[in-house]
């Protein structure tokens, strides 16, 4: 065969190769083998206990029915302005009454951990419709109605909830280790998705002194379009946490409205 | 010199073949190890509609991974080159789409998994100049086959050497073939038939 001279020769010869030596016909044949293999080993995976999973695939969050009520002093969880507030109210179709599965003067200040009824149901819980006293905050906080996506305030919520003690834990899931190390929410752990594939042993260590049926997991990148929370959440989801959020509007968002942040590769910075 | 010259080459297209086939072995072995993180990287390219995800993100790893069977063993080269070629388009194609669309934020391109061979972070001009190389590479194998150490080569050859002795019909010897007792002897080559009939 003579040797192509110009680019035209080279396309020449392409084309003459392509359409000899049964080119088509194999390429056609290698490609259908892999779509052949990956049909029957979806269908192994899928139909397997741990299937792949798409962020969609992830129910909402799941209702917890902790046992304290948020210590009052809390109050400066206020809505930002742009909250709306009618989407934090409970869905009157998820429960009978509002009001009727806790009695405010009851759960006030922690006095129904002694109660031990107070369990997560296995069968697929009605919300739980609690009354959220005025003097918490004016807005009916109730993060069992919060849905997958927070706002600026319903994070605030969540991290004043975990400042009293309550179960939530809040994940940085930006992949990056310099930005997590450069500034993050005070307290968040940094557990990418990739470091949960690779077992990463502090994520994991601190992943597993949490009760996943009894914690409130906020997720947040680096806000904008980033698709690390969601990555992360599948993750978490396998890991057993069912009750995850997304801080949408992420750590800029945070930073901004002059919250708590750390620096350093630990959440305490130590 | 010309021979010298050939082995040389042949013995290039043989290192590009197992460092291709190489690259898409690793390509695919990694994704196939964790293919929820290459569903989770195909779903953050946002090119895919949902439910395709999942397959694709096994079908890219097996077509891969048979391209790399196929390279290293040098059986199919010349389709197996295109096939590479052809996927490392799709993926040059993906990423320009990422860095034309502001709205979509891709952290990790996923090409390798959570391997770097070159670059790192989001996709951008390095991975596309590295495509482009596997794409020159790819095409110079389609180009020019398998080189040293194909099975390919070895079945041409095979195949070759058959249809001479099929087109001669007799076992070549070095000794001058006798008359035969009755007639030409049949099937024999234009160069033995001239002389039988000389």
Known sequence: ?270 | MATLASAAGSMLLLVIRLGLGGLFGLAAVIKLGNPQAFADAIHAFKLLPPHLNVFAALAFPWVELFVAVALIVGVWTRAAAAVAALLTIGFIIAIASVMVRADVVVAECGCFGDFVVLCTGSPGWCHIGQDVVLIGLSTLLVLRGGGFLAVDRYLLSRAQKRARIGWISVPPTSEPPSDPPTGRPMGLGPMESHRHGA
């Open chain 1, 1 to 270: 065969m003579a040797e192509p001279k110009s680019l035209a020769g080279s396309c020449a010869a392409l084309c003459q190769v392509l359409l000899t030596d049964r080119v088509p016909s194999r390429a056609l044949a290698l490609i259908g083998a892999g779509l052949i293999a990956a049909f029957f080993h979806g269908w192994i995976v899928q139909s397997s206990g741990s299937p792949i999973l798409l962020p969609r695939d992830i129910p909402p969050p799941r209702p917890i029915l902790q046992s304290s009520q948020p210590d009052p002093a809390i109050t400066d969880a206020q809505p930002d302005a742009t909250d709306e507030p009618g989407s934090l109210m409970p869905n009157p179709d998820d429960g009978p009454e509002p009001g009727t599965l806790d009695d405010p003067s009851t759960t006030q200040g922690g006095s129904s951990t002694d109660d031990p009824t107070i369990e997560h149901p296995d069968e697929d819980p009605p919300a739980i419709n609690r009354v959220v006293e005025p003097t918490i905050d004016p807005v009916s906080m109730d993060p069992n109605t919060f849905g997958v996506d927070l706002t600026l305030a319903q994070t605030k919520y969540l991290y004043d909830l975990m400042l009293v003690g309550e179960s939530v834990l809040f994940v940085d899931a930006r992949n990056n280790k310099e930005v997590y190390t450069q500034g993050h929410i005070a307290e968040a752990i940094h557990a990418s998705a990739q470091m949960i594939d690779a077992g990463d042993p502090d994520a994991m260590m601190v992943l597993e002194m949490f009760d996943p049926a009894m914690t409130r997991v906020v997720i947040y990148c680096a806000g904008g379009d980033c698709d690390e929370s969601l990555t992360t959440r599948t993750r978490l989801y396998n890991f057993g946490f069912e009750t995850t959020y997304i801080f949408t509007d992420g750590y800029p968002a945070w930073r901004e409205a002059g919250y708590p942040i750390a620096t350093g590769d630990r959440p305490e910075g130590d």
